[in-house]
């Protein structure tokens, strides 16, 4: 079983629509979550971090933790074509660590006119 | 200009051959990884390195080796190329300590035929 699941899509919504991108996890020891956005052709860049359970809301996203099912979640409201990326959940934190993040597979999002 | 680097950006080599991807920064982070994406198996961590002393494995570094010439240097060499390591190689930068925050380069296309 790997350590971070996600859900693969690729996931296909109108403009306008709510997007939820999803990911569980079976180390309790993580501490920081986040996601990050890959564009076609490009790095990953980060997009949300949160380090505990609740939501944090940016704009249209917003990243929801819940620690005790060990599952995050990633909220777009009104997508826009601009949103069509990878996204890709990741986990650090670790104690003795150190800066090593274990990320997702990614969902591929398009979003259409 | 961009703060985390790639060179090349594409590459094609045949079986056996030497290759050395190269990955430069200008962020003055002392925390460089290298990764491999692959489709359906996500960002893999081959390498990581926490100050220019500090080389360590990550959990695919078989067949891989890594300079760290500089603070602002890391280097990724496969010393005799096999066609399994065709993939995207991401290098990243991190502050340490800091949410593992890890800031992405553009990456590198290498195919081994």
């Known amino acids: 079983q790997k350590e971070v699941e996600q859900d693969p899509g690729p996931l296909s919504v109108p403009e306008g629509a709510i997007v939820s991108l999803n990911c569980t996890y079976s180390?309790?020891?993580?501490?920081?979550f986040m996601w990050y956005r890959q564009y076609s052709r490009k790095g990953p860049e980060l997009l949300m971090y949160?380090?505990?359970?609740g939501n944090k809301e940016d704009g249209r996203f917003t990243a929801q933790v819940d620690k005790s099912s060990k599952y995050i979640s990633l909220f777009i409201r009104d997508s826009q074509p601009s949103d069509s990326a990878t996204y890709l959940c990741?986990?650090?934190?670790?104690?003795?660590?150190?800066?090593?993040?274990?990320f997702g597979t990614g969902t591929q999002l398009k979003v259409e006119l | 200009d961009a703060d985390v680097t790639q060179t090349p950006r594409n590459r094609i080599t045949k079986t056996g051959k030497r290759i050395m991807l190269e990955c430069s920064q200008t962020k003055g982070h002392d925390r460089m990884y290298w990764y491999r994406q692959d489709p359906g198996l996500g960002l893999r961590l081959i390498y990581y390195?926490?100050?220019?002393?500090?080389?360590n494995k990550g959990e695919i570094s078989d067949g891989y080796s890594v300079s760290r010439q500089a603070q602002a240097k890391f280097s990724l060499s496969l010393e005799s190329a096999i066609p399994n390591q065709t993939a995207l190689y991401f290098c990243a930068t991190s502050v340490p300590g800091h949410t593992d925050t890890q800031y992405f380069g553009p990456g590198t296309r290498l195919t081994v035929l």
């Open positions: 949160t380090y505990s359970s």
């Open positions: 180390n309790s020891a993580f501490q920081y």
């Open positions: 990741a986990m650090g934190g670790v104690t003795g660590g150190g800066n090593k993040l274990t």
């Open positions: 390195s926490f100050d220019v002393k500090d080389i």
